[in-house]
């Protein structure tokens, strides 16, 4: 992470003087942002719904929290339970406007890295775009056997319709609790659960006010870069085998130091080499004598296997799975997959908006400590 991203970080923690200087701006911000919401909740502005149901994953605070793992995690438990689900994304990081189809191949420089990884991950359609609605038409034009869009990072595009939006929250919470740029806060925390909302705590316990539930993560292992983009799956042996060796840990991403704790829990000895978030690896950041290296996948997507040389690099994969609690509030929320029956003219099925009495219900009464 740069020094100035560092420092920025820091001052999101408490309510020093830089961010209490930088307040007037965060009462502009602040003021903008909520005749916008006011707009659309009295309808002088419209949200645009798309043909299927819409489950939007975000956070209220700048940086990254998780929502690419928890967007993953979603995908995976509709799949299992019935649902035709695709990904939209604004890719940040890549070259295009779009709306522009994701492909396994499709560089991440024009993308986004996260988009790509999605894609490979996940396996589902994915579209990209900065308007996230017209993302989603392309998708579902493309593909109208889909019956749910997750939308990955859309909580603040009110212009998308959503039927379950989905909060995350990392060990930060909401930090100094002030909006941007005197806080980490794109928006104010709510005193209640906002309608169709469910919670995830991306750390070991709630750190807001929010009922919710929490996510275990951890590391799967590690897979050799080249069988990485073959398909292969990652190991905890081949983890193991590090252990006592000199290894360089590199991560572009906006919280590194959460990668190189996983890794030392792991028992291995890393030297840590922290990069700008969505880092583009023009050029290899760690030296050309290095025997080995781990990135995330968020990295191996930019990393072709013919540049590394002698080195050997690695992918580690993250194991992140919420509590059953939370997935079975996304489905309560969110009805039953569509029927044939339920198809419209070209395959999708009509949006429906779900109630959020049972989730409030259930949410009140238990914690985001729950297992």
């Given amino acids: ?105 499709t560089p991440a420089l024009t993308c986004g890295d996260e988009p790509l990884l999605m894609r490979r991950r996940a396996g589902v359609p994915v579209c990209v775009g900065q308007d996230r ?16 869009v997750v939308s990955d990072d859309g909580l603040q595009h009110l212009q998308m319709a959503r039927d379950v939006q989905v909060l995350v929250f990392d060990e930060r919470g909401v930090g100094n609790g002030r909006l941007l740029p005197a806080g980490p806060l794109r928006e104010p925390l709510p005193a209640t659960l906002p309608p169709a909302s469910v919670v995830l705590y991306n750390a070991p316990a ?57 890794l030392k829990t792991c028992g291995l000895d890393i030297t840590t080499l922290p990069l700008p978030d969505h880092y583009e690896y023009g050029e290899l950041p760690w030296p050309r004598a290095a025997e080995h290296v781990i990135v995330t996948e968020k990295d191996a997507v930019k990393l072709d296997p013919s540049r ?7 992918v580690a994969a993250l194991d992140f799975v919420p509590a059953p609690e939370f997935d079975a509030a996304v489905l309560r929320l969110l009805g039953p997959p569509a029927a044939p029956s339920s198809l419209n003219y070209h395959g999708n099925a009509t949006a429906q908006s779900a109630g959020l009495s049972d989730l409030q219900g259930t949410a009140a009464a238990r914690t985001a400590s729950d297992p």
Wanted: with cysteine; charged share 15%.
């Fill in 133 to 148: 609605v017209g993302a989603a038409q392309a998708l579902l034009a493309a593909h109208p056997e889909l019956d749910v």
């Fill in 1 to 105: 992470m740069s020094g100035w991203s560092d420092r920025i970080q820091r001052t999101w923690t408490s309510r020093g003087v830089l961010s209490t200087l930088l307040l007037p701006l965060a009462l502009l911000f602040g003021g903008v942002s909520a005749c916008r919401r006011l707009l659309y909740r009295n309808g002088w502005l419209h949200a645009d719904r798309v043909s299927v149901r819409i489950i939007v994953v975000g956070n209220l605070v700048a940086g990254g929290a998780g929502k690419t793992p928890t967007v993953l995690a979603l995908v995976d438990l509709l799949s299992r339970h019935g649902y035709r689900p695709g990904i939209v994304s604004r890719g940040y990081g890549g070259n295009t406007s779009g709306p522009l189809a994701v492909e396994v191949d």
């Fill in 206 to 262: 709630a750190t807001t006010s929010l009922p919710g539930w929490t996510a275990r993560r951890g590391l799967a292992g590690i897979v050799a870069l080249d069988a990485w983009w073959s398909g292969a799956h990652p190991s905890m042996e081949s983890l193991a085998l590090l252990r006592g060796l000199p290894v360089i840990a590199a991560a572009g991403m906006a919280r590194p130091e959460r990668f190189f704790a996983m």
């Fill in 308 to 314: 590394v040389g002698a080195t050997r690099v690695w």
